[in-house]
């Protein structure tokens, strides 16, 4: 069975430093994966998404994240975190012909001035 | 734009009670699900469809029914709600391209 660990409950980090949220898949197929976000009281959205090709995948504001196969991991980063990225993310593992997304217990990030 | 629209937004019911959660979607997708969030679990899928007139149970399927009359409208049952069916609940749909759109949530209190 598919599954998502994402090992880090809770991140604080300084306003303009660099970000990096983990995640970790276990899938005995080729996976998609997804980053979405999470503000308070609000649905998710999508941050970006890997089905193949390029490893380094680019999302929106500025979030990148890397498919590592070796590792099965597909950590997000971002170079420079604003106050308005606090909020809640979420990591999900699927496969083609597998009509189920899974998704980890999500990192909720913290921003300090 | 619409996307995907959940009704209602909140509801409080008494343990026992009924309710139905309504999703539609203005996508034209084949494949909805409705999902749990409860605090520490990240989403559990309760049920899903992969198109109109078929539902399949998903991780945590009990106390729920589900129904996918037309397609676009996937509807979320608790014939007999519990206090353990306090939670955040989402639909969502999935286009060709296997990305996955999610509705604004909808909060359940069963007192």
């Known amino acids: 069975a598919q599954s998502v660990t994402q090992p880090d409950i809770h991140i604080t980090v300084s306003e303009g430093a660099s970000l990096e949220l983990r995640c970790n898949y276990s899938y005995g197929a080729t996976p998609y994966l997804f980053w979405y976000v999470q503000s308070p009281g609000q649905g998710l959205q999508l941050l970006l998404k890997?089905?193949?090709?390029?490893?380094l995948v680019q999302g929106i504001k500025g979030f990148e994240a890397e498919f590592k196969r070796s590792q099965s991991s597909f950590n997000l980063r971002k170079p420079s975190v604003h106050w308005s990225d606090a909020a809640e993310y979420f990591c999900?593992?699927?496969?083609?012909?597998?009509?189920?997304?899974?998704f980890g217990t999500g990192t909720r990030l913290t921003i300090i001035p | 734009n619409a996307g995907v629209t959940q009704t209602p937004k909140f509801r409080v019911l008494k343990t026992g009670q009924s309710m139905t959660l309504l999703c539609a979607q203005d996508?034209?997708?084949?494949?909805m699900y409705w999902y749990r969030q409860d605090p520490g679990m990240g989403l559990r899928l309760i049920h899903y469809s992969v198109g109109e007139g078929t539902t399949a149970k998903g991780e945590v399927p009990d106390g729920y029914n589900v129904s996918r009359l037309k397609k676009q409208n996937f509807l979320l049952g608790l014939e007999s709600a519990a206090p353990s069916q306090t939670s955040v609940y989402f639909c969502?749909?999935?286009?060709?391209?296997?990305?996955?759109?999610f509705g604004e949530g909808s909060w359940l209190t069963v007192v």
């Open positions: 996508m034209n997708h084949e494949y």
């Open positions: 999900a593992v699927g496969s083609f012909g597998n009509e189920k997304l899974t």
């Open positions: 969502a749909s999935r286009s060709s391209g296997n990305t996955i759109y």
């Open positions: 890997y089905f193949s090709g390029d490893t």
